[in-house]
């Protein structure tokens, strides 16, 4: 029936986020721009969800910066829940069970949010920041297999932030190594 063509359309759509974030990482230069295509791209795969947010951690500081959010202004984040997934080093959907209001976290009350997904970006055992997305309206809950892709995604954005990381890294060192050898030795040596 309809239902088996909605599935595989679906299905589709959820394939093509690994054929396609692949590429546009090798392509955006930009970690911003790249971050924020990931959040669009998964809330508009995951059916329920109607914002998302991407969150990474400060290397010099370890304080969490918002780098990507839709939509914009605002932007529904728990860093609560947050932390949680980044401390739990899983993903989790929440609320697990029938919430009290002292189980609610922060935002979850201010933003009128009415379930939500965690997912840490974990690269080589280091967690590198959070990927969410959340719902506020009357929409299903998200299931098991929403959970599955956004863990996903966030490995793919993981990567994404620990490759920076890496060019910002070869280009620091590169700059000293220059310095270094333009301030110790003469143009005939260097």
């Not at 970690?31 to 290397?59: N, T, Y």
């Not at 201010?110 to 990927?131: C, D, F, K």
């Not at 490995?155 to 220059?178: C, G, I, K, M, P």
Request: hydrophobic share 40%; proline share 6%.
């Amino acid at each position: 029936g309809s239902g088996n063509i909605k599935d595989a359309r679906e299905l589709e759509q959820r394939l093509a986020i690994f054929y396609e974030l692949p590429r546009q990482l090798g392509e955006e230069t930009r970690l911003e721009s790249l971050l924020q295509l990931v959040v669009e791209r998964v809330v508009s795969v995951i059916p329920s969800a109607r914002r998302g947010a991407l969150l990474v951690k400060d290397r010099a500081t370890a304080r969490l910066t918002l780098k990507a959010h839709l939509p914009p202004g605002n932007p529904a984040v728990s860093r609560t829940m947050a932390k949680k997934a980044m401390e739990q080093r899983k993903a989790f959907i929440w609320p697990q069970t029938r919430t009290t209001e002292e189980q609610m976290a922060d935002s979850a009350v201010n933003h009128q949010i009415t379930s939500a997904m965690y997912a840490p970006l974990i690269w080589r055992s280091e967690v590198l920041g959070v990927l969410c997305v959340d719902n506020s309206e009357a929409h299903p809950p998200f299931e098991a297999d929403d959970l599955q892709l956004l863990q996903a995604v966030a490995e793919h954005a993981a990567l994404a932030v620990a490759h920076h990381y890496a060019q910002e890294d070869v280009r620091r060192h590169t700059e000293f190594t220059n310095r270094f050898f333009s301030s110790r030795f003469p143009p005939s040596v260097r």
